[in-house]
């Protein structure tokens, strides 16, 4: 389920913030160098580095997903809100089928390194996830480090209750918000209407008058 998930990459993201670069690589006797030792201590900090961003977005991302959830009806499989995984016997419509492309030109503060990680997919993929990563690609792109950090670092993400939903849909910029609500509707057809209105409810006469535009 988006709660599960979400639990699960809380952990791992909560992993990241205590590794140590510094603790990995060690030398006996000169061996290795000290300037071995240096340049795989800084080749492991910039992993470490795309690793924290990638996770961050993650999590983000699934949280999102995990307070759409609460707020329509509760934790439901991911395949709800996502759409199911793509298969070579079945293929089904997909939130990313839908979403905007992110206004990352207008965002200079982002890793291009991690986007390109988030939008084309890792190396490896497994059963339970895909490769590409199109929400949390999109989530990123449009908010940057500076405004991801910011986010995970001022809202509670877990437990995932009606209350921290809330927050967390608050805290993401409206134009985002809305970028997914108003396409996971297409997806989440028997939680279209709640969709619906959870975003009449939260932006008010201001979404009503900008569909009349």
Known sequence: ????????????????????????????RGVPSDETVETLTMQARRNME?????VGSKLLSVSLLAAFGELTGGDAPMSLFMGDLPSRQHVSCRLEDYLPPPPSQEVTNYDLDVYNILAKGRNAETSFDIRQSPLAAYLYGCMGDEGIDKCLGSVKLYPMEPDSARALLNALPKEAVLGVAENMAKVAVS????????IAELYG??????EKE
């Open 1 to 28: 389920t988006a709660k599960e998930f979400q639990h699960a990459v809380f952990k791992m993201n909560g992993f990241f913030s205590f590794l140590q670069p510094e603790r990995i690589f060690t030398s006996f």
């Open 50 to 54: 795309i690793g924290r961003k990638y």
């Open 205 to 210: 006469d201001e979404q009503e008058q900008n």
């Open 191 to 198: 939680r279209a209407h709640l969709i619906k209105e959870l």
